[in-house]
């Protein structure tokens, strides 16, 4: 009988072979029995690696789900700028939710977001990687419209935040699928020229 060979790591450095055999192992698990039955056990026995070799890379489960999932996120055609912040957030926003009800991939942000809750570690994680990760993505659409003087650069991040909050609701109550001009209203608001009590 044949055994299949283990692949084995080289202290930290990442081989290319074991990091993407443990990257497919990934998505195909999360494929076949989405984010509850996504396991860093199975992972490692599907990639022929140790589960101490993936921690050692990826320091939870939540860092392998977000490294996947920005890979996974770069099929949807990146944030376009044209003449008006409100097409272009309408635009990618209703793309997002697509995006997120149409695959698993919904209910892997809603599990990292709630696997950070209670615990401090995950939180400063989730924050300074992926919340920044999708931040830094939709940051040109509001410094363009700052360029064509329709907003104040020091309202930026009180309206992403704004936006972040608007996306979050929409996922975790399962509310993806609404009407576009609910939607765009509600971006109108994120999106005014004046945003009542800023200075």
């Not at 070799?53 to 944030?79: M, V």
């Not at 990292?112 to 995950?122: F, H, M, S, T």
């Amino acid at each position: 009988m044949t055994n299949t060979p283990r692949r084995t790591s080289a202290g930290a450095k990442r081989s290319p072979e074991a990091r993407a055999a443990i990257t497919k192992a990934a998505r195909d698990l999360l494929a076949e029995r989405g984010y509850r039955g996504f396991a860093i056990e199975e992972v490692a026995k599907r990639a022929g690696s140790a589960k101490t070799t993936i921690y050692k890379w990826w320091p939870s489960k939540s860092a392998l789900l977000g490294e996947i999932y920005a890979t996974e996120k770069d099929i949807l055609p990146r944030p376009t700028v044209t003449l008006s912040l409100l097409d272009d957030l309408h635009r990618h926003t209703a793309g997002l939710w697509r995006f997120w009800n149409d695959n698993v991939f919904g209910d892997v942000v809603r599990g990292l977001i709630a696997e950070a809750q209670g615990d401090p570690q995950q939180v400063e994680i989730f924050r300074t990687t992926f919340l920044a990760q999708r931040l830094a993505a939709v940051r040109p659409l509001f410094d363009a419209a700052v360029q064509r003087g329709d907003l104040s650069a020091d309202s930026i991040d009180e309206r992403m935040e704004l936006w972040v909050g608007l996306n979050w609701f929409h996922l975790l109550t399962a509310q993806l699928e609404v009407e576009p001009q609910r939607l765009r209203r509600q971006l109108s608001l994120i999106c005014c020229s004046d945003l009542s009590g800023h200075r």
